[in-house]
């Protein structure tokens, strides 16, 4: 099982994980995400290929 977290379009897991910050508007309702970077995650864990750099 991977977790994989994403701010817009960059993406990161573990053991390569931002350090934790609340910026202002956190608990809000927009969230900066790419649903496009998104999609590209699903697909390729669905295809069962894996990214060198998925730690």
Same mark, same amino acid.
């Given at each position: 099982m991977a977790h994989y977290g994403f701010h817009g379009a960059q993406r990161f897991?573990?053991?390569d994980t931002p350090p934790v910050a609340y910026?202002?508007?956190?608990?809000g309702n #927009?969230?900066?995400i790419d649903a496009q970077a998104v999609?590209?995650?699903?697909r390729m864990r669905l295809s069962g &290929?894996?990214? &060198? #750099?998925d730690g």
């Amino acid at each position: 099982m991977a977790h994989y977290g994403f701010h817009g379009a960059q993406r990161f897991t573990s053991p390569d994980t931002p350090p934790v910050a609340y910026p202002e508007g956190f608990q809000g309702n #927009d969230i900066p995400i790419d649903a496009q970077a998104v999609l590209e995650v699903v697909r390729m864990r669905l295809s069962g &290929a894996e990214e &060198a #750099d998925d730690g």
